[in-house]
């Protein structure tokens, strides 16, 4: 597209009252997400690296706790404005979906993680039929009209 400019997003989701982040959210609301969004950066030099190829690296942070950095909630906000400008449709419905979307899948990431934590460690379950399952979960198609 003329304009545009090429831009990598990386994106998280970060449990902001885990060991490594509770203090940072305790202090700021958004301010773990925030906190790892600039560790992201730094991370390998991700940032710089990208910046010398001409591409703009952007973290898309959210938080297991429904929270996320404001980069991400503008680059979703965008992502709803060119598919409105692409197909049709009213941005800010859009971006309403796109929030949900994401909503539901940070939930089922919970939901699955804390199944995984209470069952016994020789449940029997290998690390190819969880995989399956995973994939299973992520692939079946939604309807958040």
């Given at each position: 597209m003329p304009g545009s400019q090429r831009v990598a997003l990386d994106f998280?989701?970060?449990?902001?009252?885990?060991?490594?982040?509770?203090?940072?959210?305790c202090r700021e609301i958004g301010?773990?997400?925030?906190?790892?969004?600039?560790?992201?950066?730094?991370?390998?030099?991700?940032?710089?690296?990208?910046?010398?190829?001409?591409?703009?690296?952007?973290?898309?942070v959210f938080t297991s706790q429904g929270t996320m950095t404001k980069e991400a909630s503008s680059i979703l906000r965008g992502i709803a404005e060119a598919i409105s400008v692409a197909e049709g449709g009213c941005p800010a419905q859009l971006c309403e979906e796109i929030f949900e979307r994401v909503a539901i899948l940070i939930a089922r990431a919970n939901s699955r993680a804390v199944t995984r934590r209470q069952q016994p460690r020789d449940a029997g379950v290998s690390a190819a039929?969880?995989?399956?399952?995973?994939?299973?979960?992520?692939?079946?198609?939604?309807?958040?009209?």
């Open positions: 998280a989701v970060i449990n902001a009252l885990g060991s490594s982040h509770w203090q940072t959210s301010g773990a997400a925030a906190a790892y969004a600039q560790k992201k950066r730094r991370h390998l030099d991700t940032a710089a690296h990208c910046q010398a190829e001409g591409i703009s690296f952007q973290p898309v039929s969880a995989a399956l399952a995973a994939h299973a979960v992520l692939s079946e198609p939604m309807d958040v009209c």
